[in-house]
Nanobody, 126 residues
Framework: QVQLVESGGGLVQAGGSLRLSCAASGRIFSDYIMGWFRQGPGREREFVAGITWSGGRTRYADSVKGRFTISRDAVKNTVTLQMSSLEPEDTAVYYC???????????????????WGQGTQVTVSS
């Protein structure tokens, strides 16, 4: 069992920056995929960014490319999402997620993920 705990959410003005962190408990193996999803008001949960635990290969949603950066620290078992140039459309509950993927394919569908954090609220004002 893998447990994920997010932190770093809050209120920010449009154009500002925010950094989210995800602390993972339990052993993370080399074939695990870590990622961030979000769900805004009245929206379905959507993919934001993903990263392979080994190698650090990344994948981003088109809506956040160039603005968000995902990274991981294998020593501390943490994944971060650095967000910049935030827009009101980025307002959502952000979830850290993980799955065990021997093929190391970064899927973008929420149904592909095995473990989820509790979520952290990010609100961007205009």
């Amino acid at each position: 069992q893998v447990q994920l705990v997010e932190s770093g959410g809050g209120l920010v003005q449009a154009g500002g920056s925010l950094r989210l962190s995800c602390a993972a408990s339990g052993r993370i193996f080399s074939d695990y995929i870590m990622g961030w999803f979000r769900q805004g008001p009245g929206r379905e949960r959507e993919f934001v960014a993903g990263i392979t635990w080994s190698g650090g290969r990344t994948r981003y949603a088109d809506s956040v490319k160039g603005r968000f950066t995902i990274s991981r620290d294998a020593v501390k078992n943490t994944v971060t999402l650095q967000m910049s140039s935030l827009e009101p459309e980025d307002t959502a509950v952000y979830y850290c997620a993980a799955n065990n993927n021997p093929r190391r394919i970064i899927y973008t569908t929420p149904n592909s993920m095995d473990y989820w954090g509790q979520g952290t609220q990010v609100t961007v004002s205009s």
